[in-house]
């Protein structure tokens, strides 16, 4: 798909929010003072324990491994992180993908990626071709427009602005998802520690007072290499970031398997995974820690598991 028809698409994508929006409303947080007997909480901890706490329980994500092990929970925030070009974006664009297909809405504040190209990816995971005919295109945009809103500005921004957009979007839009891709476009020098832990304390305010869950997509500092996966405390930033964060995920891009493959080099890699996702870091439920080994396909730009392949189907229902 060409980048006028990207364009075009972007354009007539009615859910685009700009800098004319006005966020002064949402510049300061409301914090309500309570004090309750713990009696009152009885039937929440009664659902917790014994019943199905969809809060708790969370959503899953795309892949089977995962199952039972890590979700995303209302009230929390997960943080991404890895190398630069490692896939953080895609892979989660495929899990926040899934998400919608259960009918979660999503927003997204993306200034590393103008709103065609973001569009353009979630198209091609969702219809698992790059070549979509008109009507799938017209399809596909009537079913998105319910359920993902874009903030238009390719520049780096405020952090106030950033947090007042996480409110807006929770209060006026009633998202279930906040992606902000990246924490280096949210106008902090990387050894401003202390914008950082104010800033990662606010957003996550933001999910501790409503139902849904923020991504925020951070780098891994630069190594001698990047062929080993990133760990718990290489997230560059603030150690405040890891340690705030209910959730760390580290994505890790296997480049010695594309170096062997690129120059012609014998296959003793090939049977290796073309990327990790670590969970690193797991605050709530059961606080599970490992690593699941996927791989890519790029006609459809998805990470997959051994066996699982994505196939074209002949027809999406939306």
């Known amino acids: 798909m060409n980048e006028n028809t990207l364009d075009k698409i972007a354009s007539i994508f009615p859910n685009r929010l700009s800098v004319e929006l006005d966020l002064n409303p949402y510049m300061t947080e409301e914090v309500k003072h309570r004090v309750k007997p713990a009696n009152e909480y009885q039937d929440e901890l009664i659902t917790l324990l014994i019943g199905e706490d969809l809060s708790q329980k969370g959503t899953p994500l795309p892949w089977n491994a995962l199952t039972g092990k890590f979700e995303f929970r209302q009230h929390e925030l997960t943080l991404w992180a890895g190398y630069k070009g490692h896939g953080?974006?895609?892979?989660?664009?495929?899990?926040?993908?899934?998400c919608m297909i259960r009918g979660e809405s999503v927003f997204i504040i993306s200034p590393e990626f103008r709103p065609a190209k973001v569009l353009e990816r979630l198209l091609y995971q969702r219809l698992k071709t790059r070549a979509p005919d008109r009507e799938e295109l017209l399809e596909w945009m009537g079913w998105i427009k319910k359920l993902l809103w874009l903030y238009d500005v390719q520049a780096s921004?405020?952090?106030?602005?950033?947090?007042?957009?996480?409110?807006?979007?929770?209060?006026?839009?009633?998202?279930?998802?906040?992606?902000?891709?990246?924490?280096?476009?949210c106008g902090m020098a990387p050894d401003d520690y202390a914008a950082q832990k104010n800033f990662i304390d606010k957003v996550q305010n933001v999910a501790h007072t409503h139902p849904l869950h923020i991504h925020l997509v951070a780098h891994a500092r630069k190594a001698t290499n990047d062929e080993t996966p990133p760990k718990l405390h290489d997230v560059k930033g603030a150690s405040d970031l890891v340690d705030m964060a209910e959730n760390v995920l580290c994505v890790w891009r296997n480049k010695p398997k594309e170096k062997e493959r690129s120059v012609g080099m014998s296959n003793k890699l090939?049977?290796?995974?073309?990327?990790?996702?670590?969970?690193?870091?797991?605050?709530?439920?059961?606080?599970?820690?490992?690593?699941?080994?996927?791989?890519?396909?790029?006609?459809?730009?998805?990470?997959?598991e051994r066996g699982n392949k994505p196939e074209r189907s002949e027809y999406v229902k939306f």
């Open 88 to 98: 953080k974006s895609a892979l989660l664009s495929q899990a926040l993908n899934a």
């Open 270 to 304: 090939q049977d290796e995974p073309d990327a990790l996702l670590i969970v690193e870091a797991q605050r709530n439920s059961e606080g599970w820690i490992g690593t699941t080994p996927l791989y890519y396909d790029p006609e459809t730009m998805l990470f997959y």
């Open 157 to 185: 921004l405020k952090p106030n602005d950033v947090i007042a957009l996480c409110r807006y979007a929770a209060k006026e839009l009633g998202v279930k998802h906040i992606l902000i891709d990246s924490l280096m476009k």
